[in-house]
């Protein structure tokens, strides 16, 4: 994790993570590496992101996902997970919620899984390894679409 | 093992380490190795699957685990726990799947499992019917072997 | 077979110089880089760097030379030459064992300055050793002074004092003991003429042709056994003639004068594209098999020409069938290079050119034709994965494996193949167990069929 070179300067800038009215926006986090939650997780809050849950399959994320509902605004996806991978979860949640904001997640970066997801609806697409610069960057983008 | 197959693992070993660890990263020469794996310590295997069948296992001590293990996660670790585990584990994945990434890019189709991590001594991996391409890689926290055993489907 | 020794050695890679362990890294790997001569002396076991000695000799006439000290017997006509003989056993003040019929056993020694013969007790043979597990030598081991042993090495349970000849009849040691060789000439008033036959026993053929057979293996990990033996003795008979005329002695000293001795092993075209010639040869050997799904196996493939070659020409004569190749080697680089291998224009014979397309940097295999062929990056002793072979084409490679290695790899090759399959072998190559195999007549090529009613 490279915190050190892009930790924001110390000024009146607003967090990224709050919303408007100054409430965090609530993210679900779903990979089932310990390590990666860990990781995405201490990103986030850092910038004022409020995690809502954590998920360690596709299942997992499809129920997390329904039992927070309304109350979550975004959704990073790890795809490739035991039981049943991100971009299945992804396509049951859009069905559930077609205004669901999931962003991938993911180590692989093949074409045809980016392009997939993306027709799919998900919002955008990060490849490992993360950048907090870049893991921001897209989060913040993917609410405001 | 196909020699298409091995400059993606090369490199995508290379620059996942030297992106993960920001350190020096250096490769030792490659060699072939017949089925038995004796494994250092620690491994993490990852299964490949699709055009061909077979696994990666990333192999090292445990020393090296938890070394790098303690630095990718920003604090140092006394002992190779969960986070450690799950650490090196997702090392293995980012470097297996930007392999594979390439690999698709090039036209062979693979896919890969979720990965696993085994720990203790005096461990022997064994993949039925197929030798494994070694390659060392060497970081100032110890060495990592890459032992990538592929098998194309007849 | 793995050495389950762990030994930290310094290899190069990417121009860095890494640490590595070398843990599980096969045997043949801990080369036998060392070869020596064996005798035994005073009833202690010796040995000479093979590359010092000339021959081995038995001599049983010395002209005594009067005014020498003791343990120079005096000198010995060696085709021509003059050359001191010196009595090791006397040198060193060992028990001299006086022998019934005046022949004694002895070395000819090629020093950096002159030629000269020693007298032992009794030659042993030929050892092969690896110079890491040479120790240095302690007086305990030898009632000779040590300055003369260079180290101490085991063999099979035995322990072999090494004898650094180089210091013990350098320039400096002898001209003190002994007197220089022009004077022994001078006072003899003898001049080397080359049509002297000495009436002394010499080194029959079969130990000098049993020293090329060891630099063979040492320098170039050939190993010499029935798959390869006549083309051997034919070699060596031709050898020592050239080299009689050329004035130059037998022995192997260099990698360079072993890739002299190999050049006429190796099968022609083994680096390049197949002529139209060979081709022909090629056709008439595969119009037996039949099928519409061939599967070929090319170990030791190299650079790919043959691979290339094989599967064009596949495609020529079976156009409908579908062909699959599967070419490996153990030499990474050579290897890597297979599938993005280049041509130059001028060389591609027609069978070839269907499959050609021309590139930036030259003229490159089509899809097509690759599509066909798996190159991997092998090793034949490890577990080989092929389907039932049509053909297996291994030129040149078993030649390179050791005896035991050979016929494993030839049972195997025997397994694997079809019973209507066929083996193509180098040039001057042919299988071990005549037995299980019958020869295909055929021009260019060493082809074999399983012996199979």
């Known amino acids: 994790m490279k915190t050190k070179m892009d930790f924001p300067a110390i000024n009146d800038r607003r967090p990224e993570g709050l919303k408007e009215d100054g409430t965090p926006y609530r993210v679900l986090i779903v990979d089932d590496s310990m390590f990666v939650t860990k990781q995405i997780g201490q990103i986030l809050t850092s910038e004022g992101f409020e995690i809502a849950g954590i998920a360690s399959d596709g299942q997992e994320a499809i129920d997390k996902y329904k039992e927070l509902y309304p109350n979550v605004d975004l959704v990073t996806m790890d795809i490739t997970m035991p039981k049943m991978d991100g971009v299945t979860a992804l396509e049951k949640i859009m069905e559930f919620d077609k205004n669901a904001k999931v962003v991938m997640i993911s180590a692989l970066g093949k074409q045809d899984l980016v392009k997939k997801s993306l027709l799919l609806g998900a919002k955008n697409y990060i490849v490992k390894p993360l950048d907090r610069k870049k893991v921001l960057e897209r989060i913040v983008m993917s609410l405001k679409k | 093992m196909r020699v298409e197959y091995i400059n993606p693992f090369v490199e995508s070993a290379y620059s996942v380490l030297k992106e993960v660890l920001n350190c020096q990263v250096s490769r030792g020469e490659l060699y072939l190795k017949s089925t038995c794996t004796p494994v250092l310590g620690v491994a993490a295997l990852v299964g490949l699957a699709g055009d061909v069948e077979g696994r990666i296992l990333f192999d090292m001590s445990k020393d090296t685990a938890i070394k790098v293990a303690s630095v990718m996660n920003g604090e140092e670790l006394k002992e190779l726990d969960d986070l450690g585990k799950a650490t090196i584990t997702e090392l293995a994945n980012m470097i297996t799947a930007q392999a594979v990434t390439k690999l698709h890019d090039l036209g062979f189709k693979f896919d890969l499992t979720p990965p696993a991590i085994f720990t203790g001594d005096n461990m022997e991996v064994t993949t039925a019917e197929v030798e494994a391409l070694i390659v060392p890689m060497i970081i100032p926290y110890g060495k990592v072997e890459i032992n990538v055993a592929i098998r194309e489907r007849i | ?453």
């Open chain 3, 1 to 453: 077979m793995s050495s389950t020794m762990e030994k930290t050695i310094v290899r190069e890679g990417d121009n860095k110089t890494l640490l590595m362990d070398q843990g599980n890294l096969p045997a043949k790997q801990l080369k036998q880089d060392f070869k020596m001569v064996t005798f035994s002396l005073g009833g202690k076991d010796y040995g000479i760097d093979i590359m010092k000695v000339k021959e081995i000799a038995k001599f049983n006439q010395f002209t005594y030379v009067p005014n020498t000290p003791p343990f120079v017997r005096g000198v010995y006509n060696l085709r021509g030459e003059i050359i001191s003989i010196i009595d090791l056993r006397i040198f060193f003040h060992l028990p001299v064992e006086k022998r019934k019929d005046g022949v004694e056993n002895g070395l000819i020694l090629r020093l950096e300055d002159y030629i000269i013969g020693i007298i032992v007790d009794s030659i042993d043979k030929v050892v092969g050793i690896a110079s890491e597990d040479v120790q240095p030598p302690h007086p305990i081991f030898g009632d000779i002074n040590v300055k003369y042993i260079s180290g101490v090495v085991e063999y099979n349970g035995t322990l072999y004092l090494i004898l650094d000849v180089e210091k013990l009849f350098g320039k400096e040691q002898t001209a003190q003991k002994a007197p220089s060789l022009e004077t022994l000439e001078v006072s003899l008033g003898a001049k080397p003429s080359v049509g002297v036959s000495p009436r002394e026993s010499f080194p029959t053929g079969q130990t000098e042709k049993d020293f090329i057979r060891e630099t063979l293996k040492t320098f170039k990990s050939f190993h010499v056994t029935p798959l390869n033996e006549r083309w051997l003795d034919e070699r060596f008979e031709q050898w020592r003639s050239e080299r009689g005329k050329q004035g130059r002695d037998l022995q192997i000293k260099s990698a360079e004068e072993a890739d002299d001795f190999l050049q006429t092993f190796y099968s022609p075209y083994s680096d390049a594209v197949w002529p139209e010639e060979i081709a022909e040869s090629f056709l008439e050997l595969i119009q037996e098999l039949s099928g519409r799904v061939f599967s070929v196996w090319n170990p030791g493939c190299g650079k790919g020409y043959e691979t290339y070659s094989v599967t064009a020409l596949f495609l020529k004569k079976f156009p409908d069938a579908v062909v699959k190749v599967w070419a490996m080697d153990n030499d990474l680089l050579a290897i890597s290079t297979a599938p993005n291998l280049l041509f130059q224009p001028e060389t591609i014979p027609s069978y070839l050119l269907p499959y050609t397309v021309k590139g930036k940097q030259g003229v490159g295999i089509t899809t097509q034709l690759k599509d066909r062929i798996f190159f991997e990056y092998h090793d034949i002793l490890h577990v080989n994965v092929v389907p039932e072979c049509d053909l297996i084409v291994a030129r040149d490679l078993l030649s390179f494996l050791s005896p035991a290695d050979q016929a494993k790899v030839l049972d195997e090759f025997y397994d694997k193949l079809k019973p209507k399959g066929i083996l193509i072998l180098g040039k001057n190559e042919e299988p071990i167990d005549g037995i299980k195999w019958v020869r295909i007549p055929n021009k260019h090529f060493s082809a074999f069929r399983k012996n199979i009613e």
